[in-house]
């Protein structure tokens, strides 16, 4: 119904900064909001950041709170991650991911939310 292409992962060194981009296609008018996941190794997926496709409240982990910034676009359907003062511990692959019912399914901060996902892309934060 939705399809997710994500860009913009890579390798950085601490400190540094990286922006993340998420371009939607498909039934696009379906969406109630975005989020973005990641995943270390070892570790589960874990929430990182939402907003709300219509009045664009933001949400944040704990952990990314003060250094990442999750934006988007309506009118070109792209979600961003902004992503500043990267740690060697945001190292994961990072998954965009797109809600499209009116139901609650888990809440913004749980994957069984969404019904889109992107491929992943892979950061690395070099120390």
């Known amino acids: 119904q939705v399809q997710l292409v994500e860009s913009g992962g890579g390798l950085v060194q601490a400190g540094g900064s990286l922006r993340l981009s998420c371009a939607a296609s498909?039934?696009?008018?379906?969406?109630?909001?975005m989020g973005w996941f990641r995943q270390a190794p070892g570790k589960e997926r874990e929430f990182v950041a939402a907003?709300?496709?219509?009045?664009?409240?933001?949400y944040y982990a704990d952990s990314v709170k003060g250094r990442f910034t999750i934006s988007r676009d309506n009118a070109k359907n792209t979600e961003y991650l902004q992503m500043s003062s990267l740690k060697p511990e945001d190292t994961a692959i990072y998954y965009c991911?797109?809600?499209?019912?009116?139901?609650?399914?888990?809440?913004?901060?749980?994957?069984?939310?969404?019904?889109?996902w992107g491929q992943g892309t892979q950061v690395t934060v070099s120390s």
């Open positions: 498909g039934r696009t008018f379906s969406i109630y909001g």
């Open positions: 991911a797109a809600d499209t019912s009116p139901y609650r399914r888990g809440g913004r901060n749980s994957p069984n939310e969404y019904d889109s």
């Open positions: 907003i709300s496709w219509s009045a664009g409240n933001t």
